[in-house]
């Protein structure tokens, strides 16, 4: 794995733009980033990355079997009672998921470890799926790269050939609606993504702003024009869903939501200690607890506080040698906390470099790599391409 220094297509923007990719730049800094890629060798990939990503996926589901039926891990996982038995409920009916993200430290020569499973909403979908694939041909087309550089990814492919499962299984002629927030030009742009995949797998699929989804005389979901939603993908945390005033309707909702509510275990950092106790000194984890557990002395002083909810590194503080040392504010500090082993991110060229590692259905699809200054990840670092080549 290095880190290898490239010259950025000349219309690069342009062809963002016109694909729709409008979050290139964030308030006037670059995201996407093409003046550099990542290179990996095959075993890399297939031993380093793909391997553990379907294993650790694995051990999650197990937890979520486990979850559902103990009111203790549920607890746990600060998920109210009173929504325990749609949790439970989605996962025995075996609701169909589709997509979730880890984010791993990996330098290349030691094992990947997991900082956290974005199970629920992940973003860099877009970038990661698509456009970093467009620059990969493109850059091979311009005698930029080998003919011989390849690419882990097969997000898109795979996305597509889950959608069509979800079809045949679920929505039969049925429309799915896509929703994400008025606010957040990403957010769109991932949505707008996921719904041309939905289109090309058959699917009648529609988009609705969040803000705008109602609720009908007969407690279920509904669009602008009163219809029912009878499938529903939403790029809003299931955390955020059972607050909400509409929460209440989600027992007498007819609608299939995706992802399934039983992702609610696994989208939230909860799940990191509870992890860890079911696979102590598993080679991919790191030691993780609940704040208050009598265990985390195990840690020592250097160490990584996080809330059990958050979003793009929000309310993270490191502790290193017992001194905070790194903090990213934000509006995450009403759940509890979790406590995890520090682990810095590698540092390439001054950058500290995270490996995001895509799932799609049960399987290891594809990565992306997001860069920073900081050792924390936020939503403002820079997405960086990567290629295979041995």
């Not at 979050?23 to 297939?46: K, N």
């Not at 011989?148 to 609606?177: C, G, T, W």
Request: charged letters at 25%; hydrophobic letters at 35%.
């Amino acid at each position: 794995m290095k880190r290898v220094t490239a010259v950025p297509r000349a219309s690069w923007k342009q062809t963002a733009e016109s694909l729709g990719f409008r979050f290139h730049t964030v308030d006037g800094e670059a995201y996407w980033d093409e003046s550099a890629y990542y290179q990996f060798s095959l075993q890399q990939i297939e031993q380093d990355i793909e391997r553990p990503t379907e294993e650790l996926h694995q051990m999650c589901l197990d937890l979520v079997a486990k979850a559902v039926r103990s009111e203790e891990l549920l607890t746990q996982l600060r998920i109210s009672s009173q929504h325990w038995d749609l949790v439970r409920d989605s996962w025995l009916r075996k609701d169909q998921h589709l997509y979730g993200r880890m984010d791993f430290a990996y330098d290349g020569k030691s094992p990947a470890k997991l900082y956290e499973y974005n199970a629920d909403t992940p973003t860099s979908l877009y970038e990661s799926a698509f456009f970093q694939w467009l620059w990969l041909e493109q850059m091979i087309s311009r005698g930029k790269l080998p003919v011989a550089a390849d690419q882990f990814n097969l997000i898109q492919e795979m996305l597509i050939e889950s959608l069509v499962l979800l079809k045949k299984r679920h929505l039969k002629e049925q429309p799915l609606y896509l929703a994400s927030c008025r606010d957040s030009e990403e957010d769109f742009g991932t949505v707008e993504y996921f719904r041309d995949c939905a289109t090309q797998a058959g699917i009648d699929a529609r988009f609705i702003y969040v803000e705008d989804i109602g609720i009908s005389d007969n407690c279920q979901f509904s669009d602008l024009d009163d219809h029912s939603i009878p499938a529903l993908f939403k790029l809003y945390p299931w955390e955020f869903m059972f607050k909400e005033e509409y929460g209440n309707s989600l027992k007498t909702s007819e609608t299939l939501f995706v992802e399934p509510i039983w992702k609610a275990i696994l989208s939230n950092k909860a799940m990191l200690p509870l992890l860890w106790r079911e696979h102590k000194g598993h080679p991919n984890l790191l030691p993780s607890y609940f704040e208050h557990d009598k265990n985390i002395c195990d840690l020592g002083n250097s160490y990584v506080k996080k809330p059990i909810f958050s979003r793009e590194g929000a309310n993270i503080t490191v502790y290193q040698q017992g001194r905070q040392t790194d903090f990213v504010d934000g509006p995450y500090n009403d759940s509890g906390y979790i406590l995890q082993a520090y682990h810095p991110v590698p540092i390439f060229s001054g950058n500290h470099t995270l490996v995001g590692s895509w799932v799609v259905g049960d399987r290891s699809a594809g990565i992306g790599i997001r860069e920073d200054s900081s050792v924390i990840t936020k939503n403002s670092s820079r997405f960086l391409p990567h290629i295979i080549l041995d």
